[in-house]
């Protein structure tokens, strides 16, 4: 059983990681892509941000060779089709209707080249259509099927005497990790769409997926004691469990983006884009290229040069390959 040392905060590290985030800022551009500027009535974007962040989770697979957008992007490509095209077929009355094969075969529609479920390379298709019927259920049953009802419950709080938005999600099984990673990732598209204002931010709880975890084990900002632990995070080999890991993950990007001037949702904005294309099975500071290209983190963040990773110079998987292979736990979930 693990120890509250096996997994601890590198103080230091997390310091100089906080001055070059301090130095950085978003390309406005990022917060006018379609997705969140997209001209259709209120209900059915936040119907759309609903649905997509409740089936986002591990799309390694998920690309258009077509459009050449992969993950996340194909994500919001694909459901800014559907706010435009045929936004009645998930109003949770219909969704509810619908059987679990039947929600499949319309989300691998929307999401193959050849608009065919043979072609999707959306995965877990029955797991992803069972969490999108459960969030139709859920507000259909309790809030008459809107989901503004939701949010004007809640008074835009995230905790509200039992009303509030942290407080509610857990009941739909997307949205059940103790950590509320799914819930403050929507609450900051919601927030970044320019469609809700959050009355009491100090609640939030920062945003921690796995592309986030793996650049802060890299850098050294949070260290793995336990030599068992480091070998299974190394050879990628599964985890019952990882829950101190993504605690103390959390810890370090709260106090990350509260020092930093920038906020806590904002940190999910470097952080996650550098993961994604920085640093992945490639890294830019050793194979001198990115995962993705474009490289996300440069689509994303303010940069005039992007033949160095913004860490580099205080990164401690830069210099030492011990820390470079370390990876993010391998959990089976849909909590991130």
């Known amino acids: 059983m693990q120890n509250k040392e096996t997994v601890t905060l590198n103080r230091d590290f997390i310091e100089q990681i906080t001055k070059v985030i301090a130095s950085l800022n978003i390309r406005p551009s990022f917060y006018e892509r379609p997705f969140l500027s997209i001209d259709v009535e209120r209900e059915v974007r936040l119907r759309g941000y609903f649905y997509a962040v409740a089936i986002c989770h591990q799309t390694h697979n998920l690309k258009s060779e077509q459009k050449q957008l992969f993950g996340w992007d194909y994500l919001e490509e694909g459901f800014v089709r559907m706010m435009r095209q045929n936004p009645d077929w998930w109003k ?42 459960d969030v139709g259920k859920f507000v259909w049953e309790n809030y008459d099927g809107s989901f503004e009802a939701l949010f004007d419950r809640a008074g835009e709080r995230l905790c509200n005497e039992g009303k509030g938005i942290y407080e509610v999600m857990p009941a739909m099984e997307a949205f059940s990790d103790p950590l509320q990673k799914k819930t403050t990732f929507l609450m900051k598209l919601l927030q970044d769409a320019g469609i809700l204002k959050l009355r009491d931010a100090e609640n939030i709880i920062p945003i921690m997926d796995y592309h986030m975890m793996r650049v802060l084990l890299r850098t050294g900002a949070v260290e793995v004691k336990d030599g068992q632990l480091r070998d299974q995070l190394i050879q990628k080999q599964p985890l019952d469990s990882d829950r101190e890991i993504r605690n103390t993950c959390a810890t ?20 996650w884009t550098l993961g994604r294309s920085c640093c992945a099975e490639t890294t830019l500071c050793r194979d001198r290229v990115c995962a993705k290209n474009p490289c996300t983190f440069e689509k994303v963040v303010n940069i005039n040069d992007h033949s160095r990773c913004v860490f580099e110079d205080i990164c401690k998987g830069a210099v030492d390959e011990n820390y470079r292979k370390l990876w993010q736990p391998e959990v089976k979930t849909h909590f991130y």
């Open 92 to 133: 949770p009355k219909n969704l509810y209707r619908l059987r679990i094969h039947e929600i499949a075969d319309r989300l691998a529609h929307w999401f193959s080249d050849k608009n065919d479920r043979s072609h999707s390379t959306l995965n877990r298709l029955e797991e992803r259509s069972h969490l999108m019927k």
């Open 252 to 271: 370090a990007m709260q106090k990350i983006g509260l020092q930093s001037g920038h906020g806590i949702l904002e940190m999910n904005d470097f952080f």
